[in-house]
């Protein structure tokens, strides 16, 4: 869908069982929203999360301090993990906090489908999981999202012990400079 006037235009993405992706043209900038789901495995054979680095504390730490972990998660349109990938999640956590389970993320967001296919979104920031929701800070991406500045919200859709399985939420809330026209191609 694509709505123009003369300063402003919206491009949505439908892809699958719903809208992902927004961008609505303002004058110089355009500001997009993402809304999509991470799926963290962290076992078994098809495991995306692997510890790479332990403190000399960390075994002995409630919060698991100093532990290091790299990912590589599907990122879908929908919750079901067999619903249509958008993008990777790609990044590593470390263990931060020696009071509460809190990690410092570095998150890149890979786009995989859309008008900003191959481009990345940048995010760091604390996760303490515990929390309802949680909000990190865009610090800036690749591609047309070059100076991206923002937000993301995340929150656990859901989490399953038993197989070390977390479902999580993401919206992604961004501005960066309009290089060229408003219109922005819709898949």
């Not at 977390?166 to 819709?186: A, M």
């Amino acid at each position: 869908m694509l709505i123009a006037t003369p300063t402003t235009a919206t491009t949505t993405t439908n892809s699958d069982e719903n809208s992902w992706l927004q961008t609505i043209c303002r004058r110089n900038r355009l500001t997009t929203s993402l809304h999509f789901y991470v799926h963290d495995v962290r076992t078994g054979p098809n495991a995306t999360l692997y510890t790479v680095a332990n403190a000399s504390i960390t075994a002995n730490s409630s919060t698991g301090f100093g532990r290091v972990n790299v990912f590589d998660d599907r990122v879908t349109v929908a919750p079901d993990i067999n619903s249509s990938e958008v993008a990777r999640a790609q990044g590593l956590t470390t263990s931060s906090d020696l009071q509460v389970q809190a990690f410092t993320m570095n998150l890149n967001f890979f786009l995989k489908e859309g008008p900003f296919n191959g481009s990345t979104v940048s995010v760091v920031g604390r996760n303490q999981f515990a929390d309802a929701q949680r909000e990190l800070t865009v610090v800036g991406g690749t591609g047309p999202f070059r100076y991206a500045r923002g937000y993301a919200i995340t929150s656990t859709y859901s989490h399953d012990a038993t197989i070390n399985y977390s479902v999580l939420e993401y919206t992604i809330n961004l501005t960066f400079p309009r290089r060229s026209g408003c219109f922005v191609e819709s898949s």
